[in-house]
């Protein structure tokens, strides 16, 4: 499966942003989907992921309550809400993609991932 992660952008503290993740090539509903984030001299880190049924889902707890993953399976695309953004949230955000037999499944681990996209940049200003 191919991912391309869209959405970045400069915006200012507080305000909300949305990022997107189209896939091509997989049947989408197989596929876990997760975002992770890397910011410059820091390692890679999970956001958020909802599993093909887009019921389940996870987020890390820096983000609870301020950002949503939601996926659209007719689309074949994932999104990223993100609220009242925060300076420290500025980062490289990469969209990401496992294949499970099982609808149900989410994963938080970035080797638990097998595809990715190539990442877009969301920076924060204070």
């Known amino acids: 499966v191919q991912l391309q992660a869209s959405g970045g952008g400069l915006v200012q503290t507080g305000n909300s942003l949305t990022l997107s993740c189209a896939a091509s090539g997989g049947t989408f509903r197989r596929y876990v989907m997760g975002w992770f984030r890397q910011a410059p001299g820091k390692e890679r880190e999970f956001v958020a992921a909802?599993?093909?049924?887009?019921?389940?889902?996870d987020s890390a707890d820096s983000v609870k309550g301020r950002f949503t993953i939601v996926r659209d399976n007719s689309k074949n695309t994932v999104y990223l809400q993100m609220s009242s953004l925060k300076p420290e949230d500025t980062a490289i955000y990469y969209c990401?993609?496992?294949?499970?037999?099982?609808?149900?499944?989410?994963?938080?681990?970035?080797?638990?991932?097998?595809?990715w996209g190539q990442g877009t940049l969301v920076t924060v200003s204070s």
């Open positions: 990401a993609a496992s294949w499970r037999i099982h609808s149900n499944v989410v994963l938080t681990s970035a080797g638990s991932y097998s595809y």
């Open positions: 909802v599993a093909g049924n887009g019921v389940n889902k």
